[in-house]
């Protein structure tokens, strides 16, 4: 499999801040790569390195098998970049980043940035300046995909999106994907990386937790246990997690021997029992609760 | 040239404003030159009277109701403290402004490098400075064409020719200072200007400073200065770029290889 991106090692360390310690990630060509941390975890520091914008300690970053540091040209040229906060230029009206975007490219852009603004509903001859926080992204969607990029990075794309243009952001990327783009997601919305994603990792303390196929994640973690009918789990259940009783349904999270979990349930009240996959809401306070155990 | 043209469009019109301000003053300065000239000795008088202030100014050694003397103290203070300024607010953005508006992370995501967008500010800045300055030339000569009088042609030249060199030597300085800084801010520019300038009276009264002149610009923009060197000061011209033209690279190595804060 061709990896797009790789990091080995990768290290990065502020005066004052955490940032990334020995990263080892590989995203492969055509992955929807799940991205997964929470607030200062590290991976808005990963996304930086690999486009340039900080250099790293130690270790290596390579996009498209280059390295990033001496290709960073190169790199670029093919990469799609949409920030968790843009910022612009004052005084420009939105044709004018588009342009201005597509001239640093050398590419003429005009037709695809048209289609991409139509389904955002943006109007591409108003003010920046004038432009909501949720239109001022729909503009660095624009501007991430108006080039076509085989490599699209993706910071909190979605944050500040209401639902329907989440909906046509979302048939954009997988066009671009169908088309054999690359994406990499930066995300806290499990279920976004959940829906999409093909591949995840779960960054904490910008240190990898784990890294997988989201099916393979998704077996891995604890299963999700409920007892309709049942009132009363002990706490010290053995092997439960995140015990909650709802409506006479109690439910909680188990991973270990499920002969045994048979066996201990027989002391316990209940008329219905289902184990079910977590969702990656789960998934991830699962391997955070974990620390770095999974690695 | 994209970054160069983005500089333009964004700066013209303070560029405009800056130098529509400086040469209504100058024109100002010129139309009152035929009734100060009729105050000559009177003015003289009180200049010898000055003293230290006199001296300040370095107004002993000339006649200040000379044409181009006068010229080159009213208008250079003008072009001189003005220019200066403008050189050095616009120097001291241009760069540390993509990182204190957050619009590196616009900018540098594209493939486009660092040093070539510092070459192209650079380029944008010179631009301005040479409009402020040209424009600033035509209000002399507007001025002086009000009241019926011409410049000397070798002087003027080399007077205008010291005031460019020193609004370059701000701004090469600050460019550089500009390369280190993470936040915009005009507010050491314009300390460094005002530093220069007043350096410069320093040294006027006190001549056993005279070391200080290649520390600030403003020494070899004196119009008496120009006139008994008979031309610009190249030496302390030379001398007074070394060094804002180290830090201007030392400034550009730095910004190629720095963490860009956004």
């Known amino acids: 499999m061709e990896a797009v991106i790789k990091t080995h090692q990768l290290t990065k360390r502020y005066r004052r801040a ?10 492969n060509k055509g992955d929807i790569y799940g991205f ?63 342009k201005m975007a597509s001239q640093f490219r050398r590419r003429d852009c005009a037709l695809e940035a048209r289609r991409v603004c139509g389904a955002l509903s ?69 279920s976004e990386v959940q829906q999409h994603c093909t591949r995840a990792a779960i960054i904490r303390e910008g240190k990898l937790v784990v890294e997988d196929s989201v099916e393979a994640l998704s077996r891995s973690a604890a299963k999700r246990v409920t007892l309709r009918g049942c009132d009363y789990l002990p706490e010290d259940f053995p092997g439960a997690l995140n015990i909650t009783n709802i409506n006479h349904n109690t439910s909680f999270l188990f991973r270990g021997d499920y002969k045994k979990l048979m066996r201990d349930l027989q002391a316990v ?25 999974q690695k | 040239m994209t970054v160069l043209r983005n500089e333009i469009r ?29 105050y000559s000795g009177m003015f003289n008088a009180m200049v010898e009277r000055m003293g230290i202030l006199g001296q300040m100014f370095n107004l002993q050694n000339m006649d200040m109701f000379e044409f181009m003397n006068y010229y080159g103290l009213e208008n250079g203070n003008f072009l001189g403290l003005g220019g200066g300024m403008f050189a050095a607010i616009t120097a001291m953005n241009i760069v540390a402004r993509e990182e204190g508006r957050h619009t590196a992370e616009f900018l540098f995501p594209h493939p486009i490098n660092r040093t070539t967008v510092l070459v192209q500010k650079f380029i944008a800045m010179l631009l301005q400075i040479l409009v402020l300055n040209a424009i600033f030339i035509m209000a002399g000569h507007i001025g002086a064409g009000l009241i019926g009088m011409s410049f000397p042609q070798k002087r003027f030249t080399d007077f205008h020719l010291s005031l460019l060199m020193m609004n370059l030597q701000v701004a090469v300085l600050c460019f550089g200072i500009s390369c280190f800084r993470k936040r915009d801010s005009v507010v050491p520019g314009l300390g460094l200007v005002l530093a220069f300038y007043f350096v410069n009276l320093f040294i006027n009264i006190n001549r056993e400073v005279a070391t200080f002149k290649y520390f600030t610009p403003y020494y070899y923009t004196d119009i008496g200065r120009i006139t008994s060197n008979g031309g610009p000061m190249w030496d302390a011209i030379g001398l007074g770029f070394a060094v804002p033209g180290l830090i201007f690279i030392l400034g550009i190595l730095y910004y190629s290889r720095k963490d860009l804060a956004i």
Do not use: C
Request: proline share 3%; charged share 20%; no cysteine.
């Open chain 1, 36 to 98: 997964i941390g929470s607030n200062g975890a590290g991976k808005s520091t990963t996304i930086r390195v690999l486009l340039g914008l900080i250099y790293a300690n130690a270790g290596r970053a390579e996009v498209f098998g280059l390295d990033v540091r001496r290709h960073k040209r190169e790199i670029l040229s093919d990469i799609g970049y949409i920030p968790s906060e843009a910022s612009y230029y004052p005084g420009m009206r939105v044709s004018d980043a588009l």
């Open chain 1, 122 to 190: 943006l109007d591409m001859n108003r003010k920046i300046d004038e432009l909501s926080f949720g239109n001022k992204k729909k503009l660095a969607i624009a501007l991430a995909l108006q080039h076509k990029p085989s490599l699209l990075i993706l910071d909190e794309a979605t944050s500040g999106l209401d639902p329907l243009v989440q909906k046509a952001f979302w048939d954009l990327i997988m066009d671009r994907h169908r088309a054999g783009a690359t994406v990499f997601l930066s995300s806290h919305v499990l």
């Open chain 2, 10 to 38: 964004f700066h013209w019109k303070g560029t405009l404003i800056w130098s529509l301000s400086l040469s209504f003053f100058a024109i100002l300065a010129l139309t009152l030159y035929p009734q100060v000239a009729n």
């Open chain 1, 18 to 27: 955490r940032g990334i310690t020995d990263l080892d990630i590989t995203v």
């Open chain 1, 269 to 293: 009240e209940f008329s219905d029992l289902s184990i079910t996959e977590p969702d990656m809401e789960e998934i991830f306070l699962h391997f955070y609760e974990k620390g770095g155990e």
